[in-house]
T-cell receptor, first 114, second 117 residues
Framework: AQKVTQAQTEISVVEKEDVTLDCVYE???????LFWYKQPPSGELVFLIRRNSFDEQNEISGRYSWNFQKSTSSFNFTITASQVVDSAVYFC???????????FGQGTRLTINP | DGGITQSPKYLFRKEGQNVTLSCEQNLNHDAMYWYRQDPGQGLRLIYYSQIVNDFQKGDIAEGYSVSREKKESFPLTVTSAQKNPTAFYLC????????????????FGAGSRLTVL
């Protein structure tokens, strides 16, 4: 069985602080893909990143960075110098190679206060 | 621009009525999905389809029905058998080719919010 756990239900920080969203996953597949999506107040989910299980390099995109560690089955997401526009619900997701559907975590609601 | 269009954005239904939510995509994606989102909760898969004229039940298919007569369209009917239909419904699509760079990357529509009166 596959499972994604986002233990942080809600996080609230002040603008310009750094914030890390945790994602822990479970899978028996040796090949799998991990994702992060952002859901702003408008409701539409926006794709942020896909990472395959053979690529453990950290990824950086502007103020966003992702830390993938197979040893701890984690795929954490860090926002540096947070901004009010980063306020959203963030979802982590997993799919095994050959599987037909993604497994989503429960989401983390991030609020950035001015 | 390519994307997914969901309609209506807001819908009110009386108990006992069936309603149909529309989902259209012009991305030439093979797979389409319907998710339900309740306040403060994650996404739960209702139905998905990887090819025209074929679809599979997701985790919470009871009380819902779908059709996939065209590649571009995947309408969802919320039937009167669905006991608690008030929720936010999201449609998504993706390519299916397993080793392509876009495989399994879901593109979402803006959602439809259904309220039962």
């Amino acid at each position: 069985a596959q499972k994604v756990t986002q233990a942080q239900t809600e996080i609230s920080v002040v603008e310009k602080e750094d914030v890390t969203l945790d994602c822990v996953y479970e899978t028996r597949d040796t090949t799998y893909y991990l994702f992060w999506y952002k859901q702003p107040p408008s409701g539409e989910l926006v794709f942020l990143i896909r990472r395959n299980s053979f690529d453990e390099q950290n990824e950086i995109s502007g103020r966003y960075s992702w830390n993938f560690q197979k040893s701890t089955s984690s795929f954490n997401f860090t926002i540096t110098a947070s901004q009010v526009v980063d306020s959203a619900v963030y979802f982590c997701a997993l799919i095994g190679q050959g599987a037909q559907k993604l497994v989503f975590g429960q989401g983390t609601r991030l609020t950035i206060n001015p | 621009d390519g994307g997914i269009t969901q309609s209506p954005k807001y819908l009110f239904r009386k108990e006992g009525q069936n309603v149909t939510l529309s989902c259209e995509q012009n991305l030439n994606h093979d797979a389409m999905y319907w998710y339900r989102q309740d306040p403060g909760q994650g996404l739960r898969l209702i139905y998905y389809s990887q090819i025209v004229n074929d679809f599979q039940k997701g985790d919470i298919a009871e009380g819902y029905s779908v059709s996939r007569e065209k590649k571009e369209s995947f309408p969802l009917t919320v039937t009167s058998a669905q006991k608690n239909p008030t929720a936010f419904y999201l449609c998504a699509s993706s390519i299916v080719r397993p080793y392509s760079s876009g495989a399994n990357v879901l593109t979402f529509g803006a959602g439809s919010r259904l309220t039962v009166l």
